[in-house]
Structures are given as structure tokens and as C-alpha cells.
């Protein structure tokens, strides 16, 4: 799958069950009438029970290995513990007697696969292959060998890597949706807590206050910190002619689907000690239920129409 029909299929994932899980939540809150520790109550076990479908970002497709990345020319494989290509390393495990000759460009990812072998080449040059066919296929490579000592009976591979697909993403994506739709389903009921919390008249400063948090504690350094471990998850970057990373067309899976699921569970663990933390003060503290929150609204919006005992007493 490519990375632009990742992205439509992802989005068209989580979009409807985003939609979903706020409408659920919010009818839940209305239809049984929670007070304000009772909407902390669901928020806490919606956000707990979001730890089992969280478990999905396990699942992981395996690539095909590929000449010069996970193994050199003459299939001796690289250790796992190593980082990601250099360009040094590649020209150095890339570049064969076959290839020698084709002036090679390190800096082009452009995978190959051979496919009776299952194995893939870095791009064509490196394969060794001379002609090719609407740039999908490519023949007479020279390169292709079944192990160091014995040649292949392919000469063709064809564009891309190997590997028809794989099972992992459709239980990937339906336990993908369940998780969005669970953490969305605590929003609406999270907000209107907060609204029932704090003075009619508090309710916009309470507001500011809680998105200030959102930004210094969430949207401002989780993309910093994602960034850096997708980085590190990088297994080939593609650079411009000064060295300078650019993209990367290829990641390590396993690692990427780990730190995923370790970052994500910690962060949904301070979620529901904070959710557990706010029941407990909760149940303490005054409860305000619906009906008596709809009278504070109902006198603060009396107080703002009628004039007070001294205007009148002026006029």
C-alpha cells in the first residue's frame, strides 16, 4: 500500500468512527442524565477499556528483505541492533562486480523486487538490470542470485517491493476504528464535566484554562516527541545532493508499531490516573445534577435580563 492510499484509508477510518464515538457519547450523557462524577465515571472506564483496542498498533506487515538494507550483495545479513542507512554503508554493500560499471546513484531509492526469489534490490541500477518496460518491469539484470554462490534463473523484477498484501491490516483497521470510536465517546462527556464543575459564570475562564494545558502538555510537544522515534524508525532516507535528509520512503516496522504502542499506553495511563483522580475529588466535592445546572443557567440568564434594586430605585 502506498503512502498516499495509507492516508486516504487511514482517514477514511477514522473520520467516521470520530463522528460516531462523539454522537454515542453525547447521547449516552442525555439519555441517562449523568451528573458531573458520573460523566468522569464513563470518561474513566471508556478511556480504560481504549487499552485493549490500543493493542492493535502490535499488528505489523513484514517486508520483503532487500539487497543493501537488511542484507549485503552477497546475503550475509546485518544485525538487527543497526541504525538506519547510511549512504556510506549502502555505496559500500550496494555495489558489486555486476553493477560496477552502471555509475550507480545511491541517493535514488526505486525498490525492485525479484519475484522468484522474494527478495528486493535497492533500484534497478543496483539490480544490474538493463532494459526495461513502461519503468513497471525491468529485464536482464545481472545482479539477481538465489545465495552468494549460486546464481538465480530470473533476469526480471518488477517496480516496488515485494509482497501481495497482508492480513494483518484488515483486523489492524477494524480494531483501529474500535479505539477511535471508544476514546472519542469520553469528549462530550469529559466537556460538559468541566462545565458542571465550576460557577456558571467561571465557565469561560475554566475554558481558556483547559486548552492552555492542551497546548503546552499535548499538541505543543507530542509532535516534537513522535517525531524524533519516527525518525529513529527510519530505515532509508531519501537526500537531496548536499546529504540533507528529506523523506523516508521505508521504516523499521516492528520498532515503529512498538513505540507506538509503549508511548501510547503510558500516555493513556496518565489519562485515566487523571480521570481516576478527578472521580475520587469528585464524589467529595458538592454534586451538581442536570436539573440544578439547568437552574443555574436558567437564573444567570434571569439576572442578566431583570436591572438591579438600585437602578431602579435611580429611575
Not at 492516508?7 to 454515542?24: Q, Y
Not at 550483495?73 to 549512504?87: E, I
Not at 549502502?90 to 560499471?101: A, K, W
Not at 539477481?144 to 534463473?153: A, Q
Request: aromatic share 12%; proline share 5%.
Amino acid at each position: 500500500m502506498s503512502a498516499s492510499t495509507a492516508s486516504l484509508v487511514t482517514g477514511g477510518v477514522i473520520v467516521p468512527a470520530a463522528v460516531f464515538g462523539n454522537i454515542l457519547g453525547g447521547s449516552l450523557s442525555k439519555k441517562f442524565k449523568w451528573n458531573a462524577t458520573g460523566m468522569i465515571l464513563f470518561a474513566l472506564i471508556v478511556e480504560s477499556s481504549s487499552l485493549i483496542f490500543g493493542g492493535c498498533f502490535l499488528f505489523h506487515c513484514p517486508r520483503s528483505e532487500i539487497i543493501g538494507v537488511d542484507r549485503d550483495a552477497n546475503f550475509t545479513s546485518f544485525s538487527r541492533s543497526m541504525p538506519s542507512v547510511t549512504m556510506a554503508r549502502m555505496e559500500h554493500t550496494l555495489n558489486n562486480t555486476c553493477n560496477n560499471r552502471c555509475s550507480c546513484d545511491g541517493s535514488i531509492y526505486q525498490p525492485v523486487c525479484d519475484t522468484k526469489e522474494n527478495v528486493a534490490y535497492f533500484s534497478p541500477c543496483y539490480a544490474g538490470c538493463t532494459d526495461s518496460v513502461d519503468n513497471k518491469y525491468y529485464s536482464n539484470c545481472k545482479c539477481l542470485s538465489r545465495t552468494k554462490d549460486e546464481p538465480s534463473t530470473s533476469t526480471t523484477v518488477k517496480d516496488g517491493l515485494c509482497g501481495d498484501g497482508c492480513f494483518w491490516m484488515y483486523p489492524f483497521f477494524v480494531l483501529f476504528a474500535c479505539y477511535v470510536c471508544v476514546a472519542f465517546s469520553s469528549a462530550i462527556p469529559i466537556q460538559e464535566s468541566e462545565l458542571r464543575s465550576v460557577p456558571f459564570d467561571q465557565r469561560s475562564l475554566a475554558f481558556g484554562i483547559r486548552w492552555i494545558f492542551i497546548r503546552l502538555l499535548g499538541t505543543i510537544p507530542a509532535p516534537l516527541l513522535f517525531g524524533v522515534f519516527v525518525d529513529k524508525a527510519c530505515v532509508v532516507w531519501k537526500v537531496d545532493q548536499n546529504n540533507k535528509h528529506l523523506d523516508c520512503p521505508l521504516y523499521n516496522n516492528a520498532f515503529l508499531s512498538t513505540f507506538i504502542v509503549v508511548c501510547g499506553t503510558a500516555l493513556k495511563v496518565l489519562v485515566i490516573i487523571s480521570l481516576g483522580l478527578a472521580w475520587h475529588f469528585s464524589r467529595k466535592a458538592s454534586k451538581v445534577t442536570p436539573e440544578t445546572y439547568e437552574e443555574q443557567e436558567t437564573g444567570a440568564a434571569a439576572d442578566q435580563q431583570c436591572p438591579s434594586p438600585k437602578l431602579n430605585e435611580r429611575f
